[in-house]
């Protein structure tokens, strides 16, 4: 019976073992799945909040895209401006930007440019749950200087333009998408539409463009 006993309490030893194995990888592997999510949620909960500022880079075209055919008409801008985020995602918003059309005359073209610095408040209106997508509608004030034909009157042919240098002011509407790459790089595209007024050359620009942000805290 002593005999029996042990053999017996050998095999329940070896029984019990695997099963304490198998207990103790299941307990890892949740511990560890569990410190995933933790520190994944911390993560995303990083992102675009109040009081983080972002310095961006952008550029893209102006009324239309780029062809063979309109190459005289072609236009594009490039900026950099400071995001500042508030509640919600939300954020203020300034920077500078220079803007290029051309304008097709006889067999060539006339450049205007435009020179403007922006203060807006982006308004978030969508985002996803792990916080990788943000979608914003913001509303800015512009102000700045245009010169046609890089203050050149003189053309080519001999005629004179009448157009003069002048100062700029009005606003833009801006749509906004932000992509975060990482917690600190931020994938930008952007649709926007200028009104100005003391232009000499139409009142409405529409831009289209793409762009990087770093955060810097």
Avoid at 79 to 86: E, K, L, Q, V
């Amino acid at each position: 019976m002593k005999n029996t006993s042990k053999r017996e309490q050998k095999q329940n030893l070896f029984c019990i073992l695997p099963n304490v194995s198998i207990l103790s990888k299941r307990v890892v592997f949740f511990i560890v799945a569990a410190l995933c999510l933790i520190t994944g949620g911390q993560a995303h909960a990083q992102r675009a909040l109040k009081g983080m500022r972002g310095l961006g880079l952008r550029g893209g075209m102006v009324d239309g895209f780029h062809t063979s055919d309109n190459r005289n008409k072609l236009g594009y801008y490039f900026g950099i401006a400071m995001s500042t985020y508030a509640k919600n995602a939300n954020k203020w918003v300034f920077g500078a930007e220079y803007l290029n059309r051309y304008y097709p005359y006889k067999d060539g073209r006339i450049p205007m440019a435009q020179f403007t610095g922006e203060g807006g408040y982006y308004y978030k209106f969508l985002s996803d749950g792990s916080k990788t997508f943000f979608f914003s509608i913001g509303a800015s004030a512009l102000a700045g200087y245009e010169t046609v034909n890089c203050g050149d009157k003189l053309l080519y042919d001999g005629s004179t333009i009448q157009n003069e240098d002048t100062f700029l002011y009005g606003g833009a509407i801006t749509l906004e998408v932000e992509a975060y790459l990482t917690d600190r790089v931020i994938l930008l595209l952007t649709g926007r539409e200028r009104i100005l007024w003391g232009t000499s050359s139409g009142r409405f620009h529409t831009q289209f463009g793409i762009g990087l942000k770093f955060m810097i805290n």
